[in-house]
């Protein structure tokens, strides 16, 4: 039996928005009176909340690990206290678990390439950390080789920044490429948590019947052939759309699109910012009979904004990708037209996708749109010289 409270369905939309940052959800979990109108959903927030306090709080303890190690030109073992008076005195220790958010920045220090390997004495409450020499090329190829595990396409956008910091004094590039690994930490690690939270909530509510959600469950465990396309488009740095809308043309019926969403559903998981895997998700709930516009919507935007954003260096031309995307739904999909434009408008894509809409565009929202776009570029600059 499962049993499933969605007491406050529009807070649980606006809490699992994919495109809320996580600032704004932890603002907006702090309105809800706890013990009088928590649900499900607020309840598992609690702990992803806990679990991610946030990026500058985490750098703040980076920094206090990076005090406490001392010069790392050597190769050395240092004994950290689970309560480090430097902690203290900086307040990072006033309200949380110090031993776990401090053994998380360890952790950090691990996937930075400066600490080797550390043990927790739990009797003598220290940890034992075992340092090596630390060079700026090796943290900048470890950090590389973390984000390449997750999504190879992401890893180009990395690289870039990582070369862009300057590689002396060492403890300020160190806090600067902590600073980047937070930024996918925050955007694809922890994004991955609320989207896996997202896609449960929306089980339980579309699963009215045994069957119902039983199919879902299937469909999102069970390996077929899209699971080996999908894992294959993954592994490439460049992001061809048209490769992914292939995939998309081999789901025909109804079956074979639920089959693929749960495919592109599991893949979220390790990667929830991948455009490819973002405008499948949206095309695929567009295809569905009983399809969530606003799950269309939110995975559209949540698609395009990637294209623009962390994934630009994997697109040779971000304006002909997100045309076509939207060409996709033109063909297939014409109930998730309107999503898609609003989507697009609100990614700030609306003028540079105006001319070639009008020339490609057979659907007449799209079209009318597109004329309103073209037009209002005129007028607001005309505007501001009158």
């Not at 809320?20 to 009176?33: M, P, R, S």
Request: hydrophobic fraction near 40%; glycine fraction near 6%; charge should be negative.
């Amino acid at each position: 039996m499962v049993l499933f409270s969605d007491d406050y369905h529009e807070r649980a939309k606006k809490l699992l928005d994919d495109n809320l940052a996580l600032e704004d959800v932890a603002l907006n979990y702090g309105e809800i009176e706890r013990f009088t109108t928590d649900d499900d959903v607020s309840r598992m927030l609690y702990f992803h909340l806990n679990a991610f306090r946030g990026k500058s709080a985490e750098l703040g303890w980076i920094a206090v690990v990076l005090d406490l190690l001392g010069t790392l030109d050597r190769p050395k073992e240092v004994a950290i206290p689970f309560e480090p008076p430097q902690a203290r005195q900086l307040g990072l220790v006033r309200g949380v678990d110090a031993r776990g958010t401090l053994e998380k920045a360890l952790h950090r220090a691990v996937l930075l390439g400066v600490v080797q390997d550390y043990t927790a004495d739990y009797g003598g409450q220290m940890f034992t950390v075992r340092i090596d020499t630390v060079s700026a090329e090796r943290t900048r190829r470890a950090v590389e080789d973390y984000v390449r595990e997750y999504t190879a396409a992401r890893s180009m956008e990395i690289r870039q920044r990582l070369d862009a910091i300057p590689s002396a004094p060492l403890r300020a590039f160190l806090e600067s490429v902590a600073s980047v690994l937070l930024d996918f930490v925050y955007g694809v690690i922890e994004k991955s948590r609320r989207k896996a939270l997202r896609e449960i909530w929306q089980w339980a509510r579309q699963g009215h019947s045994d069957s119902k959600l039983r199919q879902e469950l299937l469909n999102y465990l069970q390996e077929t052939e899209h699971s080996r396309r999908i894992e294959e488009l993954l592994k490439k740095d460049q992001i061809e759309v048209d490769k992914w809308r292939a995939l998309a043309d081999e789901a025909i019926s109804v079956r074979e699109v639920q089959e693929l969403k749960g495919q592109v559903i599991r893949s979220l998981e390790s990667t929830p910012d991948h455009p490819g895997l973002l405008y499948l998700r949206a095309l695929c709930e567009a295809l569905l009979p009983d399809g969530d516009p606003d799950e269309v919507a939110s995975n559209f935007r949540a698609s395009v904004r990637g294209m623009s954003t962390s994934y630009r260096p994997a697109f040779s031309n971000v304006t002909m990708a997100a045309w076509q995307v939207l060409e996709s739904f033109d063909a297939r999909a014409p109930r998730g037209i309107e999503p898609a434009l609003g989507a697009l408008e609100a990614e700030g894509l609306a003028p540079a996708l105006a001319r070639v809409c009008l020339k490609q565009a057979n659907d007449r929202r799209i079209l009318g749109r597109a004329a309103k776009w073209l037009l209002d570029d005129i007028v607001v600059p005309l505007e501001r010289i009158a």
